[in-house]
């Protein structure tokens, strides 16, 4: 018997077994399921970060929500920091307050196949170009 660090049930063993890559993990397979679910939520294309209504940051994912979740997130020392772009650093030293932050996207329903990914990258260079926002290099 194990507890899920998400739901914080106890469930069986075989429950952190995740049915789509056979890998044990610390969430039980439902919440896997959930936050899977989550990620997909936002389909693949170019998103905009505005502070107070300001561009702040174009970028480009496959998954969205997975990426704004790696720009917005809490971290309490620079190391343990993932995804080190410009706009995670200006929110780790506080430029910029996550609160007045917002997140929307630009272009959406752009597969990941090849031909699709360098799509999103022109379409993410063009927006840069656009808006010339202040945490793109």
Avoid: Q
């Avoid at 018997?1 to 429950?15: G, L, P």
């Avoid at 940051?57 to 790696?70: A, D, F």
């Avoid at 920091?81 to 932050?101: P, Q, R």
């Amino acid at each position: 018997m194990k507890k899920c660090n998400r739901c914080r049930k106890v469930k069986e063993d075989k429950e952190f077994i995740w049915h789509r890559t056979n890998k044990k993990y610390t969430a039980c397979s439902s919440c896997k399921d959930y936050i899977h679910d989550m990620e997909r939520s936002i389909p693949a294309g170019v998103y905009m970060i505005r502070e107070k209504g300001v561009p702040v940051y174009i970028g480009e994912s496959y998954i969205p929500y997975r990426r704004r979740k790696e720009h917005l997130s809490k971290y309490k020392d620079w190391n343990s920091v993932k995804h080190k772009s410009e706009l995670t650093k200006a929110i780790f030293h506080g430029d910029v307050i996550k609160e007045n932050t917002t997140f929307e996207m630009l272009h959406e329903n752009i597969d990941n196949d090849i031909k699709h990914s360098v799509a999103r990258l022109e379409l993410e260079k063009i927006e840069i170009e656009k808006y010339n926002p202040k945490y793109n290099k």
